[in-house]
């Protein structure tokens, strides 16, 4: 989410169907020049939750303008996996 000219908002959530030993998010916020570009790492970030149902994370980040950002997110609940991620948004120079 962007909250203004080089600072965004990124997070994640993994949601079990019902209570596991670990639920976990990975996030990864990754950047490119252009949304059709290569994207690159710029940070990354876990957290977990032990004999639970859910797990959350988020933070706000200062970034470089004019590149476009995505969140890319693995998670797990006990032996299943999945990943997703996000369009890219367009921050401006601060």
Partial sequence: MRLGPGVIYAGGTTIAQH????VKVTVMVERAKDENDTWHYVDT?????ENALSVSSNKRLEVEGDWYYRVRCFHSAGNDMSSSYTDGIYIEEP
Avoid: A, G, L, T
């Avoid at 209570?19 to 670990?22: A, D, F, K, R, T």
């Avoid at 970030?45 to 939750?49: A, G, I, M, S, V």
């Fill in 45 to 49: 970030w876990q957290k977990e939750n």
């Fill in 19 to 22: 209570e596991v030993e670990s």
